[in-house]
Every structure is written in structure tokens, then in C-alpha cells.
């Protein structure tokens, strides 16, 4: 049994206390804020984080999700539709944060502290000491999954300056009725809007564009919407949750998954854009590679996670590209409509990625 500590208390950083802990590890989590814990996400979950997240005991019901077949691409009046392989779910932030705190709380073997302030992190020979107050508490292993703007990979020297142009997040809710079981993704130049049901009365909308091609600011909402008229007819604003967040931008990522006793996980890791929705799947499946492997994590576990964060890197790339030139979307909405049986292979290929390496 081995005592390891978690920085951050995500979905990701929640996930991967409990499969340690299920392998009977002592597991301390120390999260700034306190549970349950929102953030600005699309709220979308793919088909294989959801197979994951019901393993551990997660349940999805119309009470508190949605479930969602297909993703649906529209430009002006074109209309591009992929089937998911499987059931996705949209779900609230709050709500996969308060299921996830509740397993972890239940775990003997977990201990989860809140509002905790962690003051300096050191490595040792063999281990790890991190500072809180006036305690100096040590641990064999430590997990970072305190997101994008990781602390810890900033504290510990191994955050490195991505190369593409950054990236700004934003989301707001409706108290609308569902018009599709699909995620809609709408495309203007720069900038897309998703629609997320995330249960049978609300959906949310977020959006992401590139930092210089829009000015943030006063009115950003509008400013955002009016690149979407065929959506913006569909929302009444007197509807809205009046819950308009940003985030980002999206600037840095860690050099390496592992270094000594130390892991990066989730968007500590490696958060390039929300456009392919699978930040939790993606961070779901390394934590699996490693939390199944913790006791011979090795070169091949690190070949896998490359592989799959490389798979990560093309399909974010491919669909950047996409966002800034309406040139490869025009092709691309083209080619994959007129081939729509390869179309959904592909798309089931990208979430189900790792099966090609087990
Ligand atoms: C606009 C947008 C849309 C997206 N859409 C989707 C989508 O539809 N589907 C999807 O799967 N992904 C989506 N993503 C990505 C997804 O939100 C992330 O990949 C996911 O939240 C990563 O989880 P995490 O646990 O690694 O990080 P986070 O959710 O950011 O959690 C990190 C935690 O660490 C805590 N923390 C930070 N610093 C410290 C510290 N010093 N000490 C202790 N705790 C700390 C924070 O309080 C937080 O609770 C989207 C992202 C954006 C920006």
C-alpha cells in the first residue's frame, strides 16, 4: 500500500482517488475549493468515459442527464450528422462533481480536504513533501490534476508554452427543452458554438474562439451569439440561467505525463481545446492506464498515453483548422457526407482509440 496525494478535485482528480483507492492505496485529495465544483465545460461525455464512470458507480438518469446519440454539425443551412458507437450523456458540471465526491467520500481508504491551500511542493529522494500551513506532510507519489492552469506543473518547473494560438472558453445555461438528442456544433469563422441538452428541461451553450478574433469585454455574450443567428433564433433570453462564465486562455501544457514520483493528469497534463469534447473521456482513459498500472507503469503504459494524447492532438488540430478556414470545412462537410458509413467509423475510432492498443 502505497500513501499518495491529489491535487486538485476535478472529475479527473476524483476519478483516479477512487481507482487507487479501489486497489487499496491510502489516497489524501486536497481541492482550493470546496465540492460540488463547476467550471466552464460543454457538459458533453463521451460514450467511453461514460462506460468508465458507471464502473465506479456513477448513475445517469433523466433526473440528471441526457443521453445523446449523435453529434450534429451545422454551417448556415448544411447539416453534417455523425452517430456516436454509444450512448454520450450531458450532465451539469455540479452534478458529475456531487456523484463523484460522494463514491470518494464513501472510499475508507480516501481523504478528501477541501479549501485546502497548499504552500510549496518538494521533491525528495524517493518521495514528494508538500506544505500546507505548518505542516510538512510527505507522500510516495503525487498525482497533479488541478487543471489548466496547473499548479503544481508551474511549482515543480515543467509547464511548457503550447505552440498553436490560444484559445478562450465560455458557457451559459437556457431553461429550454432539449430540440435535438444530438450535441450541435454550430461553425462561424474562428469561433463555434455548442449546444448541449443536459437534461430534458435545460440546455447550455458554450463557445470557444480564438483569442484574437474576438474582444472581450462588455456585451461578450452578444457579441458571441451574433456570429449564430440560426441558433440565436432558437434561444429565448429570458430563459437564460443568467450563468455567463468564461475561461482560459488556453496557453500551457506539461512537458512529460510522469516525472519520478510525480504524474500529470487531465488538463494538467495536456488541455489543447474543448472542440472534440473529450477532455474528461481523454483524462479518464490515461488515469486508467496508469491507476491499472501503477504498480508496472513503464515505458509501454507511456507509449500508450503518447498514443492517445497524439490521436487527441490530430483531431483538435484537424478541427482548429476547420474553425479558421471555412475552405477545409466546406471539403471536409463534403466529403464526409457523401461517405457517412466511413464518417461514423471515424468518429467511433477517435473515442474508442485505446481498443487498438489492448
Ligand atoms: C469551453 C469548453 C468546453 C468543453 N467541453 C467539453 C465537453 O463537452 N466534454 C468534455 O469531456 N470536456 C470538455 N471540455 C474539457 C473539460 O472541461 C476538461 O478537460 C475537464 O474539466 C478536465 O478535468 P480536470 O479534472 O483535469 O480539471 P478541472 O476540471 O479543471 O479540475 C481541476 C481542479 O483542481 C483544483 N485546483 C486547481 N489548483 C489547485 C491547487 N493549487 N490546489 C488544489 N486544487 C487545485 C480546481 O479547483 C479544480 O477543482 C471543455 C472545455 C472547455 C474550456
Same mark, same amino acid.
Given at each position: ?200 428541461? @435545460?440546455? /447550455?451553450?458554450?463557445? #470557444?474562439?480564438? !483569442?484574437? %478574433?474576438?474582444?472581450?469585454?462588455? $456585451? ?55 472542440? @472534440?469534447? /473529450?477532455?474528461?473521456? #481523454?483524462?479518464? !482513459?490515461? %488515469?486508467?492506464?496508469?491507476?491499472? $498500472? ?61 481498443? #487498438?492498443?489492448?
Amino acid at each position: 500500500m502505497k500513501n499518495l496525494a491529489i491535487i486538485g478535485g476535478g472529475p479527473i482528480g476524483l476519478y483516479t482517488a477512487i481507482k487507487l483507492a479501489k486497489r487499496g492505496h491510502k489516497v489524501t485529495l486536497f481541492e482550493k475549493r470546496s465540492w460540488p465544483i463547476d467550471k466552464v465545460c460543454g457538459q458533453g461525455i463521451m460514450p467511453s468515459g461514460v462506460d468508465n464512470l458507471i464502473n465506479i458507480g456513477m448513475t445517469f438518469t433523466p433526473f440528471n442527464s441526457f443521453t445523446l446519440n449523435s453529434i450534429e454539425y451545422i454551417e448556415r443551412n448544411s447539416i453534417l450528422r455523425g452517430n456516436l458507437h454509444g450512448p454520450a450523456v450531458g450532465t451539469k458540471r455540479t452534478e458529475l462533481s456531487e456523484q463523484l465526491f460522494n463514491i470518494a467520500s464513501q472510499n475508507p481508504h480516501i481523504t478528501l480536504c477541501p479549501e485546502t491551500k497548499i504552500d510549496s511542493i518538494n521533491e525528495k529522494e524517493d518521495s514528494y513533501t508538500l506544505t500546507i500551513g505548518p505542516n510538512i506532510l510527505e507522500f510516495d507519489f503525487i498525482f497533479a490534476c488541478d487543471g489548466l492552469n496547473s499548479w503544481t506543473r508551474k511549482n515543480t518547473g515543467h509547464s511548457k508554452k503550447r505552440i498553436i494560438p490560444s484559445r478562450i472558453g465560455a458557457r451559459i445555461h437556457y431553461d429550454i427543452a432539449p430540440w435535438s438528442n444530438s450535441v450541435q456544433v454550430y461553425w462561424s469563422d474562428s469561433i463555434e458554438a455548442y449546444v448541449t441538452p443536459i437534461s430534458n428541461k @435545460t440546455i /447550455e451553450v458554450a463557445f #470557444l474562439w480564438f !483569442k484574437d %478574433s474576438i474582444e472581450s469585454g462588455a $456585451n461578450l455574450k452578444s457579441k458571441l451569439l451574433s456570429h449564430f443567428p440560426l441558433l440565436r433564433e432558437k434561444l429565448i433570453e429570458e430563459k437564460s440561467l443568467n450563468d455567463f462564465k468564461g475561461y482560459g486562455p488556453f496557453d500551457e501544457v506539461s512537458s512529460s505525463i510522469s516525472h519520478k514520483n510525480l504524474f500529470f493528469l487531465g488538463d494538467a497534463y495536456h488541455f489543447l481545446d474543448g472542440i @472534440t469534447g /473529450e477532455g474528461i473521456s #481523454l483524462g479518464i !482513459k490515461a %488515469s486508467n492506464i496508469i491507476t491499472d $498500472n501503477f504498480d508496472n507503469f513503464g515505458i509501454k503504459e507511456k507509449l500508450k498515453i503518447n498514443f492517445l494524447y497524439m490521436n487527441y492532438w490530430i483531431w483538435t488540430h484537424l478541427a482548429l483548422l476547420m474553425s479558421k478556414s471555412p475552405f477545409t470545412r466546406k471539403i471536409i462537410f463534403f466529403f464526409a457526407k457523401r461517405n457517412k458509413y466511413l464518417f461514423n467509423y471515424i468518429l467511433k475510432l477517435n473515442d474508442l482509440n485505446l481498443a #487498438l492498443l489492448k
